[in-house]
């Protein structure tokens, strides 16, 4: 198999809002949105930078319904999260507050390079934003 890219996909309950919230939060911007006759998301497609994430709404497919879960129906836990790398860590750190992010670990400085903080969606997803660029960081 010869990968490409990977792209991160989410489940949200109330897709159309969080969509709005990733624009405010972090900058996002839509690649493309595919809403039912009722509104309600299907599948999204969000781009930062030269990356992208995939969103949609739980539960519209029952074919897959059944495999995820939201961080409130298992103690607010996660077992992935997104790491965001930006140029200006400070700005985002502002922006993702103004945002009303729920604050899990406050902008710092990295022993290992760099500056950055984590912060959980209003939905419980986390995200965890910095400006260390680990495709750019010299190897040891």
């Known amino acids: 198999m010869s990968t490409v890219n990977v792209i991160s996909a989410i489940r949200y309950r109330d897709c ?9 939060a972090f900058d996002f911007t839509e690649h493309a949105v595919y809403r039912g006759d009722d ?11 030269n ?6 709404t739980v539960g519209v497919n029952p074919a ?17 999260s997104i790491y965001l790398i930006v140029k200006d860590c400070a700005a985002a ?9 729920s604050v899990l670990m406050p902008l710092e400085t990295k ?7 984590s ?12 400006d260390y660029d680990p495709w750019a960081a010299p190897k040891n």
Do not use: C
């Open 16 to 24: 159309n809002r969080m969509i709005e919230w990733l624009k405010q």
């Open 39 to 49: 509104g309600v998301v299907h599948h999204a497609e969000l781009i930062l930078g």
């Open 51 to 56: 990356g992208m994430i995939m969103l949609g």
């Open 64 to 80: 897959t319904a059944g495999w995820y879960v939201q961080p409130d129906e298992v103690g607010n836990r996660v077992t992935a």
């Open 93 to 101: 750190w502002e922006k993702a507050k103004a945002a009303g992010a």
């Open 111 to 117: 022993d290992y390079g760099g500056s950055g903080f």
């Open 119 to 130: 912060v959980r969606d209003p939905e419980g997803q986390i995200w965890s934003v910095g």
